[in-house]
């Protein structure tokens, strides 16, 4: 007979997934057996789950502070800040996006359950992947936060550009998972474990002999996250992805999976590796600085404003990577502010993209936006505050998460990489500048002028793009509680 | 732990009843936040908060004026403190000394001037609640002593500015905001970098905490000579865009000439001189060293912005942007002033910045009504406009032989004594100065001959004359173009001890510098070898 | 130890070399006449009288992703069948949850009619009669591709 010893769980500490993933099974087995469920049903059902997950939060983030971080399912999954806060920011950024989906599928005429449900579903892969404290774990995170996403950025059936970006999402996207596995396999073979900690130990214990395994391990494994986060050389997709996909997955994309993403790549790399940052951190400090200038140049070059989000949100992630090569708690920090930031400044962009979108999704050309301060005035503010913050500009949220990353480049001596990242933030205020010349500078057509009052605002758009400026101007005037929190949440290895 | 809480720390220096330099830059801020609440369709109820909200603010920097500790100018005053960033050891530090003061009075007295002279015809809520922001940013910026919150404000300004072009300017406005908008932004790029090395290398060598305490960190110099000069190019990039010095200058006659009249009276009055104060304050007193060392390379811009500023404006047809340029000039005299590094050539300068706020702003504003009254600015199109307005044609010959530097009118103090500094530190440098001066006579003569005189056709000979309210919003300035002509004194005696200690600070800190002074005689008094440059310089109040 | 593989890397050689031959033979062998009824798809003699691509429903695949569905049910099933012993409750109730999971797509396909054969029925959200599949991608501004293989009766037949 074969004994297995089974793991003690924690049950407290897998709440958020628990509550995510048997939301979305829950409310599929009503759609499916319920012929015709009212359309606010799902919508209120997964605000309500996304609410429970960001309640469970408040208990879990003071246990985990009162009685420091620890692991549970044998050491496979981490309860620590890293876990809570990442988790949080999933969770708000399910409200939102669940708060736009609705007006929108009824607008875009798409059915409706499948989004609200691939949503948490796809939440729940992001919370296992940002609590994974072992490489298996991390993937089978990373594999239902992706699956998902594919079949989202699909989801709009009549435009052939959200088929089309999917498919391109779903084939980088394998082939991405595929380097990721493989240089898990390398990471394993090398260190004799997939558990970070593990690991940790083993590297800090040994010297190897021959490390050229290893290397290849963290080499692939980067490229796998750096495609998830979308950063140069590995940032083609997120054009195509984020021009056809509906906007408020896109929303999701952006503020959602970049955050899994990051949570991972910091265990990953920061904590579990952190022994060999002089042989990452480099590689790391070049991508950051190619997708900062990439992302910012190629967007200037775009007249499509979701392209333009989507080059900027490349930028974004090379700033996130900077922090991410300090390679210590200074950074991770600031990576973890950034995020919060992020998902602020991404929610609400995208937020006012969808109410942007118009009939069919596709008003989304720079001319579309012409004259919007004359016929939406609060719109247009609204969307300059969120724009000003992606720029960095003072006294927004932006500037703080900049401030912070730069801070750890810095103080680690990344003169180089910072003073070229800066540069890449001034050629992307550029992009910025372009759509707030064509909504305050540039006078509307003809056509649009004689009583059009531009496109309505539905109150779910309104609460989350308020929310997201309120939170913007909040971290950009008293940044103190977000830093602070960052700062707990930074990931400490607990051992086995 | 940190917050904005209104508990600011006043200094024991003076007997101040509240915290008078928060409430400079807050006040302004928050009524702009009331501007934005009030009723959008009336433009006369926004128009009476703002002002009023200006005037406050104006009443509240002169009376820092009366407030001020003559015999203790080299000091910093009014000093308050509040923790914003603790982690990164980041604080809203604000005070004034000689330095500073003035310029704080300046953009205090232009502010309602430039809010009371032009409606903005459209939108107004924005527009007013744009120049308040602006103003809170100007503000911070001149009472900063924090190196982060110098450079927050010192961006944030770009936000309103670039607004207040692009929305209410004229022509090819989108293109000027837009280029003014990044070519400061790209400038500023690297400063935040060179700001953050610079407190991380400080902390490293002095072994404290990260500080970006300005006074701290300047006084103890302990960053090496090669970083110091890094970090020196990364600052001084950014403030020469702002300045602008000559090759970077290009924003300039665009924004000017775009941007309404009230952005451009703000815009050359206040907002270039924030790079100039920051050559002084962030570039000589925290790098003494390498602003001696990069020294040549700023005077020799400086002068070739005086010239190639005067000649450019000589050829211009648009009488703004004539203007325009002529700012490149004047600022030329600044810079050359500055990096002069002697007390006549820094005071000079210091003055220089005041004076040509008052009078190119008043410039500015006397184009702007003769545009209002003719729609063009071309100088073809006008003439003979002395007829028919003549005292417009009398206040626009007193502002502008005020911006020529005719002794008796405020320009030629300041000119005077960059001369005299430049002269006792590079000969060759004040002499071709001296030139633009000539210049500058002509550029602006010829203009005048041009607008004013000779035979008035069609709606030349018909111009309106200045108006009651206009007249009023004039003089104020005219008032102090010639008291500052007249009596100097109250401003010099000011300035002095702190310029005195600033040039002590430089002495000190570079080997083998001493203060370049007159060859010919001992009329101006050698800086003294003060140790810190902080001491006390109280025997030279009455110097002048 | 690595003798033992010998043999296949033979016969891996050897049909390799075959295919290759027998190509090869053919290649200098065979008479060349060709022509249109020659070149032409071959389809049991008969010539082909339209075009050979024909769509054919969708169920058919839906059909078959179902069987993969329950596939890699069997997959995981079968080695916790074997170890259940050691699992003990655990196990058990885990992978009750993952049948739970499983089941839940097929309930899933169900309801949404994967497995009615009948004629067509009536479309859960249908579009509105204005709507044409035509208009609306127009007015998304959508790529001339998109209705390239498109019936577009087809559609708006079932928009209808």
Same mark, same amino acid.
């Given at each position: 007979?074969l004994?297995?010893?089974t793991?003690e769980?924690?049950?407290?500490a897998?709440?958020?997934v628990?509550?995510?993933?048997?939301?979305?099974?829950?409310?599929?087995?009503?759609?499916?057996?319920v012929?015709?469920?009212?359309?606010?049903?799902?919508?209120?059902?997964?605000?309500?789950?996304?609410?429970?997950?960001?309640?469970?939060?408040?208990?879990?983030?003071? !246990?985990?502070?009162? !009685?420091?971080?620890?692991?549970?399912?044998?050491?496979?999954v981490?309860?620590?800040?890293?876990?809570?806060?990442?988790?949080?920011?999933l969770?708000?950024?399910?409200?939102?996006?669940?708060?736009l989906?609705?007006?929108?599928?009824?607008?875009?005429?798409? *059915?409706g359950v499948?989004?609200?449900?691939?949503?948490?579903?796809?939440?729940?892969?992001?919370?296992?992947?940002?609590?994974?404290?072992?490489?298996?774990?991390?993937?089978?995170?990373?594999?239902?936060?992706?699956?998902?996403?594919?079949?989202?950025?699909?989801?709009?059936?009549?435009?052939? !550009?959200?088929?089309?970006?999917?498919?391109?999402?779903?084939v980088?996207?394998?082939?991405?998972?595929?380097?990721?596995?493989?240089g898990?396999?390398? #990471?394993?073979?090398?260190?004799g474990?997939?558990?970070?900690?593990? #690991?940790? !130990?083993?590297?800090?214990?040994?010297?190897?002999?021959?490390?050229?395994m290893?290397?290849?391990?963290?080499?692939?494994?980067?490229?796998?996250?750096?495609?998830?986060?979308?950063?140069v050389?590995?940032?083609?997709?997120?054009?195509?992805?984020?021009?056809?996909? *509906?906007? *408020?997955?896109?929303?999701?994309?952006?503020?959602?999976?970049?955050?899994?993403?990051?949570?991972?790549?910091?265990?990953?790399?920061?904590?579990?590796?952190?022994?060999?940052?002089?042989?990452?951190a480099?590689?790391?400090?070049?991508?950051?600085?190619?997708? #900062?200038?990439?992302?910012?140049?190629?967007?200037?070059?775009?007249?499509?404003?979701?392209?333009?989000?989507?080059?900027?949100?490349?930028?974004?992630?090379?700033?996130?990577?900077?922090?991410?090569?300090?390679?210590?708690?200074?950074?991770?920090?600031?990576?973890?502010?950034?995020?919060?930031?992020?998902?602020?400044?991404?929610?609400?962009?995208?937020?006012v993209?969808?109410?942007?979108?118009?009939?069919?999704?596709?008003?989304h050309?720079?001319?579309?936006?012409?004259?919007?301060a004359?016929?939406?005035?609060?719109?247009?503010?609204?969307?300059?505050?969120?724009?000003?913050?992606?720029?960095?500009v003072?006294?927004?949220?932006?500037?703080?998460?900049?401030?912070?990353?730069?801070?750890?480049? #810095?103080?680690?001596?990344?003169?180089?990489?910072?003073?070229?990242?800066m540069?890449?933030?001034?050629?992307?205020?550029?992009?910025?500048?372009?759509?707030?010349?064509?909504?305050?500078?540039?006078?509307?057509?003809?056509?649009?002028?004689?009583?059009?009052?531009?496109?309505?605002? *539905?109150?779910?758009?309104?609460?989350?793009?308020?929310?997201?400026?309120?939170?913007?101007?909040?971290?950009?005037?008293?940044?103190?509680?977000?830093?602070?929190?960052?700062?707990?949440?930074?990931?400490?290895?607990v051992?086995? | 732990?940190?917050?904005?809480?209104?508990?600011?720390?006043?200094?024991?220096?003076?007997?101040?009843p509240?915290?008078?330099?928060?409430?400079?830059?807050?006040?302004?801020?928050?009524?702009?936040?009331?501007?934005?609440?009030?009723?959008?369709?009336?433009?006369?109820?926004?128009?009476?908060?703002?002002?009023?909200?200006?005037?406050?603010?104006?009443g509240?920097?002169?009376?820092?004026?009366?407030?001020?500790?003559?015999d203790?100018?080299?000091?910093?005053?009014?000093?308050?403190?509040?923790? +914003?960033?603790?982690?990164?050891?980041?604080?809203?530090?604000?005070?004034?000394?000689?330095?500073?003061?003035?310029?704080?009075?300046l953009? @205090?007295?232009?502010?309602?001037?430039a809010?009371?002279?032009?409606?903005?015809?459209?939108d107004?809520?924005?527009?007013?609640?744009?120049?308040?922001?602006?103003?809170?940013?100007?503000?911070?910026?001149?009472?900063a002593?924090?190196?982060?919150?110098?450079?927050?404000?010192?961006?944030?300004?770009?936000?309103?500015?670039?607004?207040?072009?692009?929305?209410?300017?004229?022509?090819?406005?989108?293109?000027?905001? &837009?280029?003014?908008?990044?070519?400061?932004?790209?400038g500023?790029?690297?400063?935040?970098?060179?700001?953050?090395?610079?407190? %991380?290398?400080?902390a490293?060598?002095?072994? @404290?905490?990260? &500080?970006?305490?300005?006074?701290?960190?300047a006084?103890?110099?302990?960053?090496?000579? &090669?970083?110091?000069?890094?970090?020196?190019?990364a600052?001084?990039?950014?403030?020469?865009?702002?300045?602008?010095?000559?090759?970077?200058? &290009?924003?300039?006659?665009?924004?000017?000439?775009?941007a309404?009249?009230?952005?451009?009276?703000?815009?050359?009055?206040?907002?270039?001189?924030?790079?100039?104060? @920051?050559?002084?304050?962030?570039?000589?007193?925290? %790098?003494?060293?390498?602003?001696?060392?990069?020294?040549?390379?700023?005077?020799?811009?400086?002068?070739?912005?005086?010239?190639?500023?005067?000649?450019?404006?000589?050829?211009?047809?648009?009488?703004?942007?004539?203007?325009?340029?002529?700012?490149?000039?004047?600022? @030329? %005299?600044?810079?050359?002033?500055?990096?002069?590094l002697?007390?006549?050539?820094?005071?000079?300068?210091?003055l220089?910045?005041?004076?040509?706020?008052?009078?190119?702003?008043?410039?500015?504003?006397?184009?702007?009504?003769?545009?209002?009254?003719?729609?063009?600015?071309?100088?073809?199109?006008?003439?003979?406009?002395?007829?028919?307005?003549?005292?417009?044609?009398?206040?626009?010959?007193?502002?502008?032989?005020?911006?020529?530097?005719?002794?008796g009118?405020?320009?030629?103090?300041?000119?005077?004594?960059?001369?005299?500094?430049?002269?006792?530190?590079?000969? +060759?440098?004040?002499?071709?100065?001296?030139?633009?001066?000539?210049?500058?006579?002509?550029?602006?003569?010829?203009?005048?001959?041009?607008?004013?005189?000779?035979?008035?056709?069609?709606d030349?000979?018909?111009?309106p004359?200045?108006?009651?309210?206009?007249?009023?919003?004039?003089?104020?300035?005219?008032?102090?173009?010639?008291?500052?002509?007249?009596?100097?004194k109250?401003?010099?005696?000011?300035?002095?001890?702190?310029?005195?200690?600033?040039?002590?600070?430089?002495?000190?800190?570079?080997d083998?510098?001493?203060?370049?002074?007159?060859?010919?005689?001992?009329?101006?008094?050698?800086?003294?070898?003060?140790?810190?440059?902080?001491?006390?310089?109280?025997?030279?109040?009455?110097?002048? | 130890?690595?003798?033992?593989?010998?043999?296949?890397?033979?016969?891996?050689?050897l049909?390799?070399?075959?295919? $290759?031959?027998?190509?090869?033979?053919?290649?200098?062998?065979?008479?060349?006449?060709?022509?249109?009824?020659?070149?032409?798809?071959?389809?049991?003699?008969?010539?082909?009288?339209?075009?050979t691509?024909?769509?054919?429903?969708?169920?058919?695949?839906?059909?078959?992703?179902?069987?993969?569905?329950?596939?890699?049910?069997?997959?995981?099933?079968?080695?916790? $069948?074997?170890?259940?012993?050691?699992?003990?409750?655990?196990?058990?109730?885990?992978?009750?949850?993952?049948?739970? $999971?499983?089941?839940?797509?097929?309930?899933?396909l169900? =309801?949404?009619?994967?497995?009615?054969?009948?004629?067509?029925?009536?479309?859960?959200?249908?579009?509105?009669?204005?709507?044409?599949?035509?208009?609306?991608?127009?007015?998304?501004?959508v790529?001339?591709?998109?209705?390239? =293989?498109?019936?577009?009766?087809?559609?708006?037949?079932?928009? $209808?």
């Open positions: 007979m004994a297995v010893a793991p769980v924690l049950w407290w897998l709440l958020p628990l509550f995510l993933s048997v939301g979305g099974l829950l409310l599929l087995t009503v759609a499916s057996l012929r015709r469920l009212p359309d606010w049903l799902p919508q209120a059902w997964t605000v309500v789950t996304g609410l429970a997950v960001l309640v469970a939060c408040v208990p879990m983030w003071c !246990e985990v502070r009162d !009685e420091g971080p620890r692991t549970t399912l044998a050491g496979s981490a309860v620590d800040g890293s876990t809570v806060l990442v988790t949080a920011v969770a708000a950024v399910v409200v939102a996006v669940a708060l989906a609705r007006p929108y599928l009824r607008r875009e005429d798409l *059915p499948e989004v609200y449900v691939l949503l948490m579903l796809s939440a729940a892969g992001g919370v296992v992947m940002a609590s994974a404290d072992d490489l298996i774990v991390l993937f089978l995170g990373l594999e239902i936060l992706s699956i998902a996403v594919y079949v989202l950025a699909a989801l709009h059936l009549r435009r052939i !550009e959200s088929q089309e970006g999917a498919m391109k999402y779903f980088l996207g394998a082939f991405a998972s595929a380097f990721l596995l493989y898990m396999a390398l #990471v394993y073979g090398a260190t474990s997939t558990r970070l900690a593990l #690991v940790a !130990e083993h590297l800090s214990a040994t010297v190897l002999v021959d490390d050229s290893l290397l290849a391990g963290i080499a692939l494994l980067l490229v796998g996250l750096a495609f998830k986060v979308a950063a050389p590995f940032h083609a997709w997120t054009p195509d992805v984020y021009q056809g996909s *509906p906007t *408020p997955v896109v929303a999701w994309m952006a503020a959602g999976v970049k955050a899994a993403g990051f949570a991972a790549m910091v265990r990953v790399l920061v904590t579990s590796l952190g022994t060999h940052a002089s042989d990452w480099p590689p790391v400090g070049v991508l950051a600085v190619a997708s #900062v200038l990439v992302g910012a140049v190629v967007a200037v070059l775009q007249t499509d404003v979701r392209r333009m989000l989507a080059y900027s949100s490349v930028a974004h992630a090379g700033f996130l990577l900077l922090g991410v090569q300090a390679a210590d708690a200074d950074g991770t920090a600031a990576v973890y502010a950034y995020l919060v930031v992020y998902a602020l400044l991404a929610t609400g962009s995208f937020a993209l969808t109410v942007m979108g118009g009939d069919g999704d596709a008003a050309h720079l001319d579309d936006y012409r004259g919007l004359r016929r939406r005035p609060v719109l247009a503010g609204a969307f300059t505050l969120l724009l000003l913050g992606q720029a960095g003072p006294f927004t949220g932006g500037f703080v998460a900049k401030l912070g990353v730069l801070a750890a480049a #810095v103080a680690d001596r990344g003169y180089w990489v910072a003073g070229l990242a540069l890449g933030a001034a050629a992307a205020a550029f992009v910025y500048l372009r759509i707030l010349v064509s909504m305050y500078l540039e006078d509307p057509d003809a056509e649009a002028a004689d009583g059009s009052t531009g496109p309505a605002v *539905p109150l779910g758009a309104r609460v989350v793009i308020g929310v997201a400026c309120a939170g913007v101007l909040f971290v950009g005037l008293v940044p103190g509680p977000l830093l602070d929190l960052a700062r707990d949440a930074v990931p400490v290895l051992g086995s | 732990m940190s917050a904005l809480a209104p508990t600011a720390v006043l200094a024991a220096s003076s007997a101040v509240f915290a008078v330099l928060p409430a400079l830059v807050l006040v302004p801020a928050v009524g702009a936040l009331l501007v934005a609440c009030l009723p959008r369709r009336r433009p006369e109820l926004l128009k009476l908060a703002a002002v009023t909200t200006s005037v406050v603010v104006g509240m920097a002169v009376w820092l004026l009366s407030g001020f500790d003559v203790h100018g080299a000091d910093l005053q009014f000093v308050s403190s509040a923790t +914003w960033m603790a982690d990164l050891g980041i604080s809203w530090t604000l005070g004034v000394d000689g330095i500073s003061l003035f310029l704080v009075v953009t @205090g007295v232009l502010f309602p001037i809010l009371l002279a032009v409606d903005p015809g459209h107004d809520r924005a527009y007013y609640a744009w120049l308040l922001l602006l103003e809170a940013g100007v503000m911070g910026v001149f009472l002593l924090d190196l982060m919150v110098f450079f927050l404000c010192f961006e944030v300004v770009l936000v309103p500015m670039y607004f207040l072009i692009g929305r209410w300017g004229h022509g090819n406005r989108a293109y000027a905001a &837009t280029k003014f908008f990044l070519y400061t932004m790209a500023s790029a690297l400063m935040l970098v060179g700001i953050l090395a610079l407190a %991380f290398l400080h490293d060598a002095v072994g @404290g905490p990260v &500080t970006f305490d300005l006074v701290a960190i006084e103890a110099q302990a960053v090496d000579a &090669t970083a110091a000069r890094w970090i020196f190019a600052f001084a990039l950014a403030f020469a865009v702002k300045v602008p010095i000559f090759p970077l200058h &290009t924003w300039l006659p665009d924004a000017h000439t775009e309404p009249t009230a952005g451009s009276v703000i815009l050359a009055g206040v907002l270039l001189k924030l790079g100039t104060y @920051g050559f002084l304050r962030f570039g000589l007193y925290l %790098f003494p060293e390498a602003s001696h060392f990069f020294a040549p390379v700023f005077l020799t811009l400086g002068v070739v912005g005086i010239v190639y500023g005067a000649v450019v404006a000589t050829m211009q047809r648009d009488l703004k942007r004539l203007v325009a340029y002529s700012s490149v000039a004047h600022l @030329g %005299f600044i810079v050359l002033g500055t990096f002069a002697n007390t006549e050539g820094i005071e000079g300068g210091l220089q910045m005041v004076n040509h706020g008052v009078s190119t702003g008043a410039l500015f504003l006397l184009v702007g009504m003769v545009y209002e009254r003719r729609h063009t600015r071309q100088i073809d199109e006008l003439g003979g406009l002395q007829k028919s307005a003549p005292v417009l044609a009398g206040v626009f010959t007193v502002v502008m032989l005020s911006s020529i530097g005719l002794p009118l405020n320009g030629f103090v300041g000119e005077f004594l960059v001369l005299v500094g430049a002269f006792n530190a590079h000969r +060759w440098f004040a002499v071709v100065a001296a030139g633009g001066v000539i210049l500058a006579a002509l550029y602006l003569l010829w203009a005048y001959q041009r607008v004013f005189h000779g035979p008035a056709e069609g030349n000979a018909t111009m004359d200045l108006r009651l309210r206009e007249g009023l919003v004039l003089a104020p300035l005219l008032a102090l173009i010639v008291f500052m002509g007249v009596y100097p109250p401003v010099i005696e000011r300035m002095e001890p702190a310029v005195d200690a600033l040039v002590a600070h430089v002495e000190h800190h570079v083998g510098f001493t203060e370049p002074t007159s060859q010919f005689g001992s009329e101006v008094e050698p800086g003294h070898g003060d140790d810190d440059g902080h001491g006390e310089s109280d025997d030279h109040g009455d110097d002048h | 130890m690595l003798g033992q593989y010998l043999p296949v890397v033979v016969l891996l050689i049909a390799f070399l075959f295919a $290759a031959l027998s190509f090869v033979a053919s290649r200098l062998l065979a008479p060349r006449r060709p022509h249109d009824r020659k070149a032409a798809p071959y389809e049991c003699g008969i010539i082909p009288g339209r075009e691509p024909e769509r054919f429903p969708v169920r058919f695949f839906l059909v078959a992703m179902i069987f993969i569905v329950f596939d890699i049910e069997i997959v995981f099933l079968y080695p916790w $069948a074997v170890a259940h012993g050691g699992l003990g409750l655990f196990g058990l109730v885990a992978v009750l949850l993952f049948s739970l $999971a499983v089941f839940e797509s097929f309930v899933y169900i =309801g949404n009619g994967a497995l009615e054969w009948g004629p067509v029925r009536r479309v859960r959200h249908a579009v509105s009669p204005a709507r044409t599949s035509t208009s609306t991608i127009r007015r998304a501004g790529r001339e591709v998109g209705l390239e =293989g498109r019936t577009i009766g087809d559609e708006s037949g079932r928009a $209808a």
